[in-house]
């Protein structure tokens, strides 16, 4: 189904317009519009570009605007067949208070898509924390041969031109995972002895606690962390 029909706020009379080759889009309204062209031409990706800059020009300061953007993302990466990201966003959705009708009748879409038994039956696959701006830090969780599991972290910290020049701060940490699928602590990383990283993992969602002192965070550039709430997309591990 189109997004006008289950986002009321979505803008009218845009199914004429072309879709751009290049995402180009200045303000949130002509990103709507050009997100909203690249949908309707079942060009999903540059949708989710498009919707993606929408986002970014909305998340400070406009709230309305924000739900718009976030429901222009649930649907696009659904009908891009990425049910684990519009799970995603949705959760930002949720997480920012947002329960406006659009997100009330994709919360039913996007969760009725998702197999939340396939990805709550073992820690492996892949996680992600939102970095603000449309950005993700990823945890990937793979088994090791003959048994146990492997952390892979590739935090990001956003900033504030990252459409310019990418991420502020990129970081990378990986090591042993050892507990009980559920409580699991990392190890062999590299980090020092008071430099402890911890997951609790219920479900579909991570909570990773890690300490802060001189020296914990060497594993990227400035203000770059691990710790925060991650939620599983993918079943697979990303080589």
């Known amino acids: 189904m189109m997004p006008i029909r289950h986002i009321p706020l979505m803008l009218l009379g845009l199914l004429a317009?072309?879709?751009?080759?290049?995402?180009?889009?200045?303000t949130p309204a002509q990103c709507n519009q050009e997100g909203t062209a690249a949908y309707q031409a079942g060009q999903f990706e540059a949708a989710?570009?498009?919707?993606?800059?929408?986002?970014?020009?909305?998340e400070r300061d406009d709230e309305v605007g924000l739900e718009l953007a976030l429901n222009n993302l649930m649907l696009a990466n659904l009908r891009a067949g990425?049910?684990?990201?519009?799970?995603?966003?949705?959760?930002l959705a949720l997480d920012s208070n947002l329960s406006g009708s659009a997100t009330r009748h994709n919360l039913a879409k996007v969760t009725q898509a998702l197999d939340y038994p396939a990805l709550s039956a073992s820690p492996v696959g892949r996680y992600l924390r939102y970095s603000g701006q449309?950005?993700?830090?990823?945890?990937?969780?793979s088994e090791i041969p003959g048994g146990g599991y492997r952390a892979s972290f590739s935090p990001l910290r956003a900033g504030a031109r990252v459409e310019e020049y990418?991420?502020?701060?990129?970081?990378e940490l990986e090591g042993k995972l050892v507990g009980d699928a559920v409580q699991m602590r990392l190890e062999d990383a590299g980090l020092g002895a008071d430099c402890a990283v911890q997951l609790l993992r219920e479900g579909i969602a991570v909570q990773v606690m890690e300490?802060?002192?001189?020296?914990?965070?060497?594993?990227?550039?400035?203000g770059?962390?691990?710790?925060?709430?991650?939620?599983?997309?993918d079943v697979k591990v990303r080589p």
């Open 17 to 26: 317009l072309p879709v751009l080759a290049e995402q180009s889009c200045d």
């Open 224 to 233: 770059i962390s691990v710790a925060g709430d991650y939620i599983k997309v």
């Open 166 to 171: 990418g991420p502020a701060a990129i970081g």
């Open 211 to 222: 300490v802060f002192v001189d020296g914990c965070q060497d594993y990227g550039g400035m």
């Open 48 to 58: 989710i570009e498009s919707f993606e800059r929408q986002l970014r020009r909305v």
């Open 82 to 91: 990425d049910t684990g990201m519009a799970r995603a966003w949705l959760q």
């Open 134 to 141: 449309a950005v993700w830090s990823e945890l990937q969780i």
